[in-house]
């Protein structure tokens, strides 16, 4: 077996599996190591929103999870009455989708082992010894010690990660203050909405479908603590007889799948990154899973550092772009630390005076802008990466940093394409909207990396409206743009 790869992940989450297959795409040899012997069956995260969906699109694999999902427009927040609209997103999916996480692992792990990745279950990482050139990584698996060496490692191993803790980095935040309870389960009444919810002074009581066409997941926060802690195991009976106090029925509940409880335990990394060491998903911020971010926010992570990455192992890129990794996804981890904290003092906010904050927010969200502006932090579609990256000299335009979003394009010599498509091979893209125009590509970026287009119609113009070019990064944002023209529809 193999024992030296140019990247070697280290956990087999939806994380690092998408990671693994970001880098497998652009060709380099990935393994990852996986402790547990099979996936586990129950499923944390419930969600994929929209920008998320986007991700997935631009390497064409979003069938396989609309194939199974439930499309649901409206999301929440602090599970305050007023639902966040996700309707009003420019995008080929302006909803969440319900689909549990197992799925998602599924699908993420069979395009894995398409592409090629190595994927060693059953090895345990025990720890890590750093050198100039690389990094050796040792452990036990299902044929007893193991030694590999990496380039580069990466640390997808979740809340716990080993890797965090061997390369030294902080994991600074909150410990626990709260704890919910929660159920998936059979409901032989359930709630006439997609996603119920109840807010009293007994508690809070949230009710959504799992997506798999079958089971709902009760979640339930109690104003009064009795004392239980994190390690009791919940009894269907504990989960009925709480619902049924907060929210004056069971929804005849039955066969419960999976019963169990979480906290809200805050933390960010003080770095995502340590010389030859990254950090992505849960091993660089964990959180009150508030509104399905955790596994969105974490799959965006390796969308961020896969291609970059994979471009300074190819010689493609300097090593200081693997710096912007950080530059641009630390914000938005901590947007996520100081936001669901916020929710969660808002989804305890039990006593007269948190019913009231929660009263202020509730009508807060009713105007369209600021209900938009909530929508658009959790879904994802809010983040940017405003920075111009190294050696991209030149950029001023508005849509610096800007995701761009799916749409049809008629090229020069007649076809039509939609620009995902052209995206999917996890390469650079630059589109001309007249013959001959060029915005300037980075200067270390070797011209076969980009796939350049003349393009002649746009099914949505506007988005390109006043462009006589743009170049777009291998994870969909603009790079550079040159501006002042006027596109025709297609
Ligand atoms: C109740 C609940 C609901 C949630 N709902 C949502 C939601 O709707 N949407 C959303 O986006 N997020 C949600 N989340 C969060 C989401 O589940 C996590 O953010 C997501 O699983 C993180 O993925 P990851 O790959 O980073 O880490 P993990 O899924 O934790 O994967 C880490 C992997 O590393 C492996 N590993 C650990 N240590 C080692 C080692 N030493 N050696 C080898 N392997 C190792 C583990 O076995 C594991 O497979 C929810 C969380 C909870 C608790």
Redesign the pocket.
């Known amino acids: 077996m193999n024992t030296s790869f140019e990247v070697v992940v280290?956990?087999?989450?939806?994380?690092?599996l998408w990671l693994a297959c970001e880098l497998r795409l652009a060709g380099l040899s990935v393994v990852v190591?996986?402790?547990?012997t099979k996936r586990v069956e129950q499923s944390?995260?419930?969600?994929?929103?929209g920008r998320t969906l986007e991700v997935l699109s631009l390497r064409g694999i979003e069938d396989r999870f609309l194939a199974t999902g439930k499309p649901i427009t409206a999301g929440h927040y602090a599970v305050l009455d007023t639902r966040l609209d996700f309707n009003i997103f420019d995008s080929r999916f302006p909803y969440t989708l319900f689909i549990p996480?197992k799925a998602t692992e599924e699908i993420i792990e069979q395009r894995a082992l398409e592409l090629g990745v190595d994927i060693r279950r059953g090895?345990?990482?025990?720890g890590m010894t750093v050198d100039s050139g690389s990094v050796s990584v040792r452990?036990a698996g299902p044929e007893g010690a193991f030694e590999l060496t990496g380039a580069y490692v990466v640390g997808?191993?979740?809340?716990?990660?080993?890797v965090r803790r061997e390369a030294g980095i902080d994991f600074v935040g909150y410990p626990a203050t709260a704890m919910a309870l929660?159920g998936d389960v059979v409901l032989d009444a359930p709630p006439s909405v997609p996603l119920f919810s109840e807010f009293n002074e007994r508690g809070s009581v949230m009710v959504a479908p799992l997506g798999d066409g079958r089971h709902y997941r009760i979640v339930l926060n109690e104003a009064v603590d009795r004392g239980v802690t994190r390690d009791d195991p919940v009894t269907f009976e504990e989960l009925t007889s709480v619902t049924r106090m907060i929210a004056g029925t069971d929804f005849s509940a039955r066969d419960p799948l999976w019963l169990?409880r979480?906290d809200n335990e805050t933390r960010l990394v003080s770095h995502y990154r340590r010389g030859r060491i990254f950090l992505?998903?849960?091993?660089a911020h964990i959180h009150l899973?508030a509104g399905?971010?955790?596994?969105?926010?974490?799959i965006q992570d390796a969308m961020n550092l896969g291609w970059k990455l994979a471009a300074v192992v190819k010689g493609e890129a300097p090593e200081y772009l693997l710096d912007t990794y950080e530059q641009e996804r630390r914000p938005v981890g901590a947007y996520l630390h100081d936001t669901t904290m916020a929710q969660g003092y808002l989804i305890t906010g039990f006593s007269p005076h948190g019913r009231a904050l929660r009263g202020v927010f509730n009508d807060m969200l009713k105007n369209p802008e600021i209900n938009a502006y909530f929508a658009r932090q959790v879904s994802g579609f809010g983040v940017r990466y405003p920075e111009a990256l190294p050696g991209c000299a030149g950029s001023s335009s508005s849509l610096l940093g800007n995701r761009i979003r799916d749409t049809e394009l008629q090229l020069k010599d007649e076809d039509r394409t939609n620009l995902y498509s052209l995206l999917s091979a996890g390469k650079w893209v630059h589109l001309a909207f007249d013959a001959g125009e060029q915005v300037a590509i980075p200067e270390w970026l070797p011209t076969d990396a980009v796939i350049f287009e003349e393009v002649r119609g746009v099914e949505h113009a506007s988005m390109f409206s006043g462009l006589k070019a743009i170049l777009i990064r291998p994870d969909g944002y603009v790079a550079q743009s040159a501006e002042e023209r006027h596109v025709d529809a297609a």
């Open positions: 280290v956990g087999g989450g939806p994380v690092g190591l996986e402790r547990r944390r995260a419930l969600t994929i929103h996480q090895a345990v990482v025990e452990g997808t191993d979740g809340a716990r990660s080993i929660m169990s979480f992505a998903g849960d091993a899973p399905g971010q955790g596994m969105n926010v974490g």
